[in-house]
C-alpha cells in the first residue's frame, strides 16, 4: 500500500479510523508541517497528542490549489484524492417497484410519507399503468354499440 | 356551475394524438410529445379502444394534499387545480399520489406539471376533430351523461327482448 489516510500515525504507521479521507499522504511523510505552513485557506493542521502527531486536513475549508503537493519535500501528498474524488454512499433504502412493469417508483419511506397525507392506500403503479387501469376499466364497464362497432371492447 | 369542465368521450377517439401534439406545442414549444400534458393510451394490446387522459382537476385533490411546499392550489374561477412552479421543490410527491397518472415531471427543470386547462381555452379541444374532448358546462355534461346512460340502457333492454 503506496497511501495512507491523512490521520497517518508516523510511530505505528496505521492510517486513521475516518472512512472518507480525501487527502492522503504515502509512507515518505516525515511530519515536517511544510504543508500545514503553507496551506493558504488553512485547511491543514496538526495535533501532537502523548506520543503521537497527527496531521488534519478539512475537506470543507480546502480550495484544491496543490500547494501542500508543491511544497512538499518528501513528495509525500498524494493529491489525486482530491481531484479524482469518488462517490461517496450516503444512505440506502429499500426501493418500491411498480406492481405491473416493475419499474421502481421510490422508497419505503416515501410510501409511508404517501400513505399519511392520503385517505387511501395510493395504487403501486407507474403513471402508464395507473392510466392501463382506468383503460382495462373502461374496456369492462363501457357496453358501447359505437365500441363494438369498432372493434375496440 | 358555471365553470367549464374539459370532457373526455373516449368512444369518438381515434388516437390520432392531435392533442398530445397541440398539447405539446403550447407548452414546451416543440412538437415533443412526451412533454405533452395529455396522454391518449390504447391501441396496442388494447384493440381499437383508446382513451385521452388528462388531470381530472378534482374537488379534492390527492396531490394538494401530498404536497409538502403548498406548491398546489386549487383556482376556484376556472375550477382547476394549478401547480405553482416557482414554489415546488420537484419531491414528486404529487407524480406519485395522483391516482390517475396525470401528473408529469420534468427533470430538466425540476418540477412537476399538470393540465391546467390552457387558462381556460384548452388547445387540445380546438385541435381534436373527431370531439373525443370538449371543454363545456359542467350543467350540460350532466344531460349528456344522462342521454348516453338512457341509450345504453336501452340498448341492453333491446338485446334483452
Known sequence: MLSYAIRYNWRTGSSGESGMSFFKVNHNCN??????????????????????????????????????????????????????????????????????????????????????????????????????????????????????????? | MTMNVLSINPRNCDGCGECENACAEKHSGGQDKARSRIRVVGGNGHGKLFVPFACRQCDNPPCMSVCQNSAIYKDEKLNRVVIDPNKCIGCKMCFSACPFGAIGFDSTRGFAYKCELCGGDPECVKACEKSALSYIKGYNLHYIRMYESANKHYAVIRHQI
Open chain 1, 31 to 153: 511530519g515536517c508541517l511544510a504543508c500545514v505552513q503553507n496551506c493558504p485557506a488553512k485547511a491543514l493542521s496538526h495535533k501532537d497528542e502523548g506520543s503521537s502527531r497527527t496531521l488534519l486536513h478539512n475537506i470543507s475549508l480546502c480550495a484544491r490549489c496543490g500547494n501542500c503537493w508543491r511544497v512538499c519535500p518528501q513528495k509525500a501528498v498524494q493529491f489525486e484524492g482530491i481531484l479524482n474524488g469518488q462517490w461517496d454512499e450516503v444512505t440506502t433504502m429499500e426501493l418500491v417497484h411498480c406492481m405491473v412493469c416493475g419499474e421502481p417508483l421510490y422508497t419505503d419511506g416515501f410510501k409511508k410519507a404517501l400513505d399519511d397525507k392520503l385517505e387511501y392506500d395510493p395504487a403501486i403503479l407507474c403513471p402508464l399503468h395507473k392510466k392501463t387501469f382506468s383503460l382495462d376499466a373502461w374496456r369492462h364497464l363501457a357496453f358501447d354499440e359505437k365500441l363494438s362497432e369498432r372493434g375496440a371492447l
